[in-house]
């Protein structure tokens, strides 16, 4: 079946610094969505992208929709404390089957 | 203009019950996901459905597990029979299909087998 690779699986970063993390795949999405959750919470929509070559931010996270359509990028710019959690891409098929990666766990140091 | 809900939160059921997971997407969303977490873990499709129909349930064990999304009422996952290794966080997901589908999550609901 169709599989995201999410990279990478977690991070340990300063407060203030800039993150990175990306979903590939060997498969095309018509649209990529990215999520954050926190413990004992459901996944909370950040960003959706539509299009191939899409950019697009939402505050200080900016993410892409590759030109493949088989990978996705999210940016957080100036980290703090509350963006620690789990992030997570999503890709939707022609069928509209969402498929997740596994994740990307974000700690911040103190 | 209420989000995705489920209920119960945390439902806690002895091995060999039953547990009924309910759904209610959001006003207009007519496609239905459920997925299952383990802690420290993704999310693992379970079920895909729109009103009244199973559209892929290529994640849902062959056994014991069942989804519905009738017409009128919430969306239901239900495992019978329930085992240990069934405890898990079970979330559901809504959208209104189509282009540009956004998905919106639930709570989730903890189930704890004991």
């Known amino acids: 079946g169709q599989q995201l690779n999410q990279s990478p699986q977690s991070m340990f970063i300063q407060e203030g610094e800039d993150v990175s993390m990306n979903c590939t795949s060997s498969s095309i999405f018509n649209t990529w969505l990215w999520y954050k959750q926190d413990p004992g919470e459901g996944p909370v929509l950040l960003i959706a992208?539509?299009?191939?070559?899409e950019l697009t931010s939402n505050g200080r996270l900016t993410a892409q929709f590759g030109i493949t359509r088989k990978d996705s990028f999210l940016n957080i710019s100036a980290s703090i404390p509350s963006d620690v959690g789990i992030y997570f891409c999503?890709?939707?098929?022609?069928?509209?089957?969402?498929?997740f990666g596994k994740g990307t766990r974000l700690h911040i140091l103190p | 203009n209420a989000g995705v809900m489920q209920n119960p939160r945390h439902l806690v059921r002895r091995r060999g019950q039953e547990a009924r997971l309910r759904c209610s997407p959001m006003?207009?969303?007519?496609?239905v996901y459920w997925y299952r977490q383990l802690p420290e873990e993704g999310l693992k499709f379970m079920v895909y459905l729109q009103k009244e129909n199973i559209i892929d349930e290529s994640g849902m064990p062959k056994e014991r597990f069942s989804a519905e999304f009738p017409k009128e009422g919430p969306s239901i996952l239900r495992i019978q029979q329930v085992v240990r290794g069934d405890s898990a966080a079970y979330f559901c997901a809504s959208s209104p299909g189509g282009r540009n589908t956004e998905a919106f999550f639930g709570q989730g609901t903890r189930l704890t087998v004991v």
């Open positions: 006003k207009g969303h007519s496609h």
């Open positions: 992208l539509y299009k191939a070559g």
């Open positions: 999503a890709g939707v098929n022609r069928d509209d089957k969402i498929i």
